[in-house]
């Protein structure tokens, strides 16, 4: 049996993306993200316009997708509330977000630098894409789809099948946004201030 009804949120699960940018006074943002899909080497990022990883994108036009691991749940939840927009929305506000423009040290993670575009990327990741952007497309109200192209791939060499350009998918272990909560291996892993924040109805039991 099915029944019709208004989903509050559409996010049936897909692998959390910090995506790190310039902000207009050289420091570096890093933000997560969860509504990215990938074509050949292209990449779909949905984010709200609002947002400073937004302003940054449409500005320099580049950027790098660090892919989490289940590991870095932690870091990427020390995320979530941040913002590097100075004037917060009062919307954020409310659902206590808070301005930094440290966000890598924030996160506890570490700047490296890039190859091809200025954004750096986060060492602890271990797959890391940097993208310039191709095309901006509206979507809805107030939202944005960002079509970027990845120019230059970094993978961690335990990743990879020996003697292949392929990820083992055996050995990768993304996080997963699933509803705003964390999940790694099939399991939640992680309380998200993300789903407390957005006031999502289902309180998950937490890892012990």
Same mark, same amino acid.
């Given at each position: 049996?099915?029944?019709?009804?208004?989903?509050?949120?559409?996010?049936?699960?897909?692998?959390?993306?910090?995506?790190?940018?310039?902000?207009?006074?050289?420091?570096?943002?890093?933000?997560?993200?969860?509504?990215?899909?990938?074509?050949?080497?292209?990449?779909?990022?949905?984010?709200?316009?609002?947002?400073?990883?937004?302003?940054?994108?449409?500005?320099?036009?580049?950027?790098?997708?660090?892919?989490?691991?289940?590991?870095?749940?932690?870091?990427?939840?020390?995320?979530?509330?941040?913002?590097?927009?100075?004037?917060?929305?009062?919307?954020?506000?409310?659902?206590?977000?808070?301005?930094?423009?440290?966000?890598?040290?924030?996160?506890?993670?570490?700047?490296?630098?890039?190859?091809?575009?200025? !954004? !750096?990327?986060?060492?602890?990741?271990?797959?890391?894409?940097?993208?310039?952007?191709?095309?901006?497309?509206?979507?809805?109200?107030?939202?944005?789809?960002?079509?970027?192209?990845?120019?230059?791939?970094?993978?961690?060499?335990?990743?990879?099948?020996?003697?292949?350009?392929?990820?083992?998918?055996?050995?990768?272990?993304?996080?997963?946004?699933?509803?705003?909560?964390?999940?790694?291996?099939?399991?939640?892993?992680?309380?998200?201030?993300?789903?407390?924040?957005?006031?999502?109805?289902?309180?998950?039991?937490?890892?012990?």
């Amino acid at each position: 049996m099915h029944r019709v009804t208004p989903l509050k949120v559409l996010y049936f699960g897909t692998p959390v993306v910090l995506i790190s940018s310039r902000n207009e006074d050289g420091s570096a943002n890093l933000a997560p993200m969860s509504s990215a899909w990938w074509l050949g080497q292209s990449c779909m990022l949905g984010l709200g316009d609002a947002s400073q990883t937004s302003a940054n994108l449409r500005r320099a036009r580049e950027c790098v997708l660090n892919l989490a691991p289940s590991t870095l749940v932690d870091a990427v939840d020390r995320l979530a509330l941040l913002t590097a927009r100075p004037d917060v929305p009062a919307y954020k506000v409310a659902k206590g977000y808070t301005y930094s423009r440290t966000k890598f040290a924030a996160a506890g993670l570490t700047e490296q630098p890039s190859d091809l575009v200025s !954004p !750096p990327r986060a060492a602890e990741c271990p797959i890391q894409l940097e993208c310039v952007l191709d095309a901006a497309h509206p979507m809805g109200s107030g939202t944005t789809a960002f079509q970027v192209s990845v120019v230059r791939a970094h993978v961690a060499v335990e990743l990879l099948i020996p003697e292949k350009n392929h990820v083992d998918p055996l050995a990768w272990d993304p996080l997963i946004m699933k509803f705003c909560e964390f999940f790694g291996g099939g399991e939640n892993i992680h309380p998200s201030q993300l789903a407390t924040g957005w006031q999502m109805p289902h309180a998950l039991p937490q890892p012990a």
